[in-house]
Each structure stands twice: as C-alpha cells, then as structure tokens.
C-alpha cells in the first residue's frame, strides 16, 4: 500500500470510488424512486396496489436493502475481500433492475431479493474499501473530507437518474426506466474494471483475531435466528406492527440487534469504548433514517396526490418536447386485467402487447360488457374491435382532491413527473456540501471545531424542522382534500433537510471508520446500514398508514417531534463522544 500522494491532497482512488458510487446510486435511487409509483399505478402498466400495500412493499424493500450488508460485510472482511464483493453486489443488483418488470407473477419478487442481496454485498465494502485508503497518517485528517466528497457522487447519480427515469417511462413505459437503472450499474463495474490497478493495493482481508467469533457460529446465532424469527413474525395471528412482513422484518432484526449487542458486551476495554458509541449513535439515528426515507414514501404520495404539479404554460411545450411532461386523464379508462405483460385489444385474428397500445377509453363503466373499442399500435395503425371490458378505472389519483369542477375541459392535463421532486434532496446535497464544509472548515480555523458528535445532534434537530415544515405545509390551505399545496413547500422541506443529511449521512461512514475495531470496520459498517434499514422499514409502516390517518399534522408531527427528542439525546452526550473519538485518532 506504499500509494503516494501529495499533502493535502486526496489520492487517485476517492476519484475512481466516487464515479463507481455515482452510477450505483444513480441506478439504486431511479429504482427505488419510481416503486412505489410503479406498484401502485393502475393506468400505465403498473401493479395497480392500494397505497398501503405498495408502502408496505417499499419499506421492506429498503428495509431488506440495508439490513443484507451485515452479512456481506462479515463475507468481505473474512473472505471475499472488498473488491470481489463490490462486483457480486453489482452484478447481482444490475440482474435485478433489468429483469424487474419482466413478465410472470413473482418475477418482481425474484428481481427485488437479488437487489437486496447485492446491495449487501455492494454497499459497505466500497465504503470499508475509501476508509482503508483514507488509514495513512498523512491522510486522516482528510477522511471526513473525502467522505464528504464521495456523498456527493452519491447525489450527482441520485439528482440526474428521476429524470431519466421521468423522459423514459413518459417516452416507453416503466420496463425502460427499470432497465436504465441495470445500464448505469453496469457503466459502474465496466470503470471500476478499468482502474482496477488503482484500488487492488487497498484490498485487504483481516484475517480472524484471537477471541473473535467464528463466522459460522455469528451465521449460527443471527442469520438462522433471523429466519426463524421471520417465519413467526409472519405467521403469527394478527398483525403487531401493521402487517405480516412488518412483523417479519421487526422480529427478524431481534436476534442482530442481540449479536451487536454482545459484540459489545464481549469486547476488550478498548473495543467496549469505540462500539458502545457507534451503537448508540445507530440506535438514535433510525429517527433520521426514518425521516430521510419518507422521500420514498410519504413525501412521494404527497408529491403525487396533495402537490400541485402543473407547470407555467411557457415551459409546458419545451418540456413536453422532452418527454419530461405525463399526461394524466380525468375520464374512465378501460384496462384490461388479463395478464399484466400481454392482451390491451383482443379479436379473433391478433393479440397486441399492452405497452404497444395507447390508453383506451370509454363512457361504459360496466365490466364484462362487449363494446367497440379501437387502440392503436406503436406503428400507428387502427384496430377497432369488438372487445370485453375487463375493468373500467376511474380518473387520474392526482384528481382525488381536485373537485370536479376545476377538471381539465378537455379531458386530461399534462403535469410534471411525481419522482422528479427527488431530485431535490441530491439538488441540494451538491449546491449545499461546499457551503457546509467551508463552514465547518471555518469554524475550525476560528478554534471552534463543529464535532463529529455534534454534527450528529444537529442533523437530529434539524431534520426534526424538515418534517415541522410538513406540519406547517398540511395548514397551508383550508383542506389537503380539497386543494392543492404548494410545490415550494417540497422545496423549503428538502432544502432544511438536506443540512442535517449532510451533517449526518457521509459522516456516519467516517464516524464508523474512526471507531470500529480495525478488523471489525465492514461488520459495523453493516450495524451502520441496519439504522438505516430500520429506518426505511418504519417509514414504509408509517406510509402504510397514510390514508388511516386524515389529519397530516399528526403523520409529520410525530417524527419532527422524535427527531428534535433524539437531537436533545445526542446532544446530553457530546462531551463523552468527543472524549472517546479524541482517544481512538488524537482528534475529533
């Protein structure tokens, strides 16, 4: 590992992780930016699920995407190495996102699990892989830095993928945007392979310690009980948490949260210090993680249901232009629920591919009626056919709270794309990050350096005012059912949290690396994700419940409130934080 480098200077290999992480996340945040809006739409080609279910499916699938890294974290650190896992993970991810909308029942399903298990072995090993460069003397004081600064490869991939996403589902349909995902994936590996020489010198396998625990034995008594603990989570009569995979995914991380907790509890005097505080840190920030993955959720059904989405006119044909635009129709739309991949006009000679065929539609609102109904095809050609209605759906969900007199008079409206209010949050990460780190940079100068810890505290409490914004945005006009709320509320809500997400995110990886026992860096790194992954999870839960809860003010109002609370917590704590960071690298 003799890698030289000038002082001060980051080296070569931050430049080849950053660009591999941006196309990883570029593909990971278009996926997960659409799901839900993919599963639940019923006038495109989606799933046609209740809100409820897919935030279900959504949540478990963050929930699922960060928890796997436990595992894959132990595998590289004893086993596979960084590097090996790194392309496993992606690989498998990449198969996930191109056979995501292929035809059959449980398809989705399958494509889902191999995303999950990539993103484990993915995930915390190119983040191990940066903290390893980042362990030379001469390159310490630049890890909080260089973390910062492969975030932003993260939010450069996150800001540009929704309107990819956005011009290919308008343009083709949802099989396209899935597909784009697994194409970005793949640009990541084929640039990794291509430095490879850069980063092999940094892949380094730590061999078992005396006292350590035995892989089989850390499977034995986590990864077994966790399926166990599943299966009766989902068994079980009733629901505890909402629904059967709630219940699953909850138990399921019971017997991790035990491992963690031993590993603690067995640990030397100096491993006691540095893991007691990293778990810590976890377990209060699954407030923000909760908060952060309402982007996938909540704010997603605000976006799409309660969030005027018209633009000026002036920009309305440029845009349109662009395929930037979706056209959403306030009339019955006749679909036809045979098979989800085949058959939108059936007669007796030809069978048309669903996504060939524009929508149709129909004043008949009785199913299993035989009427005239024409589609056309890709090649523009009319079929006019005698067909079955299968089912007949009702407007557009954005006109769920629109009253009916302020329709559109020609029949459906042109509006921007749900997903594209995601890329506000990255927006904001790349404009903000070098603000934020000059200010930090300054304070320190002036003798009054923003701590690792604190920056934890303040992110609590400032991601606990994203969500009071939401509160504040609920009030802004006399009924969410009945009116529109700003798209600047979005903005304003994004914005604030972006500062904590900063102060947060790519600290907790360094915070992690600073901390964690040498040998155990990738297993905490996968304790790290598990906040994350609990947090998704109670984000989906909450989202679950969307439509049970009428009054907003008490969906947001009870996270702003966690959040400021878990703030207050860290902040009781600071000096003690300091002090263990100050003995574990001679700084904060």
Known sequence: MNQTVKAG????????LFITEMWERFGYYLMVGILLLYLTDNTTGGRGMSTAQG???????IALVYLTPFIGGLLADRYLGYIKSIFLGGILMAAGYLTLTMPGKYTMYIAMASIIIGNGFFKPNISTLLGIIYNREDLKPLKDNAYNIFYMGINIGALICNFAAAILRNRIGWTAAFSAAGVGLIIGLIWLAINLKKIK?????KPMQPGDMK???ILGSTFVPMIIFAVIGWIIPGNIFGSDSADAFILACVPVIIFYTNLWRKGNAEDKKGIGALLFVFAVSIIFWTIYNQNSTGLTIWAQTHTNREIPKVLEKPADAIYMLQTVSDSNRLTDKVDEHMVAVIDNSSMVKKDTVRTITTKNNKPDTSIKVYGITANGNRIDTESKVIQVMGPDPYFNNVPKDQWPKSGETKLANTELFQSINPFFIVVLTPLLLAFFAWRTRKGKTVTTASKFAWALIISGLSALTMVIATMSVPSIY??????????LTYGIFTVSEICLSPIGLSFVSKLAPQRLTAL???GWFLSTSLGGKVAGVMASFWDKIPD???????????ALLGGLLI???VKSLNQIVREKTGSD
């Open 9 to 16: 200077k980051h080296p070569k290999q931050l430049f080849v």
């Open 55 to 61: 935030a279900d499916i959504v949540g478990s699938f």
């Open 201 to 205: 010198p940094f892949d380094i396998k």
């Open 215 to 217: 892989t089989s034995k």
């Open 482 to 491: 009945q009116d529109k709320t700003s798209a600047y509320w979005l903005w």
């Open 524 to 526: 905490m790194m996968g």
């Open 552 to 562: 907003k003010r008490i969906f947001f109002g009870i996270i702003a409130v966690a």
């Open 571 to 573: 902040f009781a704590k």
